[in-house]
């Protein structure tokens, strides 16, 4: 399904990046593409922090009051916000009171050609929530399903700290898989898939030389 690229092209994302690369699969429409990110991290990154001098991080609230241990923001047409009032989609920062800033041509790029390689061609992401993690946050079992459509995948690329992220099935009493992601992996899943539950343990201390003491997650879905 992944086909392995012409190095010399010079597009980054051309296929299979390096020999070193897998698939691994998690479910029925679930898979981790391994190290499909890693030739662009160092753009990602870059290009993160562009977006958040325009749309900083920032901890929002759940619906219960209780603030976020990981930071927050987003790109794209649609950005996923959480407060008091519930969980949505706002095509206006709350921060700010701007348009979140528009999703970079890379992050569109390997979105597309992420949920291709997995099985979804024709993904076309209008929302990149991008989740900061630093040691001990972590992100409990939740399903997506603030999108209108769920006929279209979620692409969910980890850059920086490696973390274990559990995938679990459509129950939340369902006994998720736990799988090891390191940076420049990227997770797959729709389908029979799209409504599994999912998480992030509390994150390991340590530092890397792309982001430091942090681990950056880009999730992007098609919310409107």
Request: with cysteine.
């Amino acid at each position: 399904m992944i086909r392995r690229g012409d190095a010399a092209s010079g597009d980054l994302l051309s296929g299979l990046p390096h020999a070193g690369a897998a698939v691994e699969t998690l479910a029925d429409g679930a898979m981790v593409l391994r190290r499909f990110a890693e030739p662009a991290a160092e753009e990602l990154v870059k290009a993160i922090h562009r977006l958040a001098a325009a749309a900083p991080f920032r901890h929002m609230v759940t619906p219960g009051g209780h603030a976020m241990s990981l930071a927050t923001t987003n790109c794209g047409r649609l950005g996923w916000v959480t407060d008091r009032a519930g969980y949505r989609y706002e095509q206006i920062d709350p921060l700010t009171r701007r348009p979140w800033p528009s999703l970079p041509d890379v992050f569109h790029r390997l979105a597309t050609r992420a949920a291709a390689a997995g099985g979804f061609a024709g993904f076309e992401p209008d929302a990149c929530l991008i989740n900061r993690y630093e040691p001990g946050a972590r992100l409990s079992m939740h399903q997506d399903r603030n999108e209108r459509d769920f006929g279209a995948p979620i692409v969910s690329v980890s850059l920086g700290l490696p973390a274990v992220f559990l995938f679990g099935g459509a129950r939340r009493a369902d006994r998720p898989r736990r799988v090891r992601l390191e940076s420049g992996d990227v997770v797959v899943w729709g389908g029979p898939a799209r409504l599994a539950f999912h998480g992030i343990e509390p994150l390991a201390d340590g530092h890397h030389p792309l982001t430091g003491h942090h681990r950056i997650n880009l999730t992007f879905r098609k919310a409107g």
